[in-house]
């Protein structure tokens, strides 16, 4: 309601959809820090910008990553459910006014294409991924003993 029927209202929703997702993951991975890995990081002479850059950040990667694969689907399910219920333009919209003249083939074909923004953003995240987590093994690869 605050920020009317326009483009606003959808990136405020999906923005607030990923916001929470990923803060919370974020925070859960900075949780989940061993306190051993933080005596000795401390024992080694760390102090609280090396602990964050080599200890808290790399933890909590993969939390973030995590949920961005998560979030950014629901966000911009979000953002087409706002058009949706509330708009004048837009793929929500074109579905709704397709469902109300029983035009099939554009609903499907809306479905398609959403399917297929939300498959590319993924695939975007995990390049991210990919490039930011270089420490990770790949998939298919063991580590040897």
Do not use: C
Request: glycine share 10%.
């Amino acid at each position: 309601m605050w920020f009317g029927l326009g483009i606003w209202s959808k990136v405020a929703l999906a923005v607030t959809l990923v916001f929470f997702i990923v803060f919370f993951n974020v925070y859960q991975g900075v949780r989940e820090v061993s306190p051993t890995l933080l005596d000795n990081a401390r024992m080694l002479g760390a102090r609280k910008r090396q602990l964050l850059r080599h200890v808290y950040l790399p933890s909590a990667t993969s939390w973030v990553f995590s949920s961005l694969h998560t979030s950014v689907g629901l966000a911009f399910v979000g953002a087409v459910v706002g058009e949706y219920l509330g708009s004048a333009s837009g793929v929500g919209y074109l579905i709704l006014q397709a469902e109300g003249t029983f035009d099939v083939n554009t609903v499907f074909a809306g479905i398609v294409v959403l399917t297929a923004f939300a498959l590319v953003l993924d695939y975007i995240v995990g390049i991210g991924e990919k490039r930011l987590m270089k420490w990770q093994p790949k998939s298919g690869e063991t580590e040897k003993q």
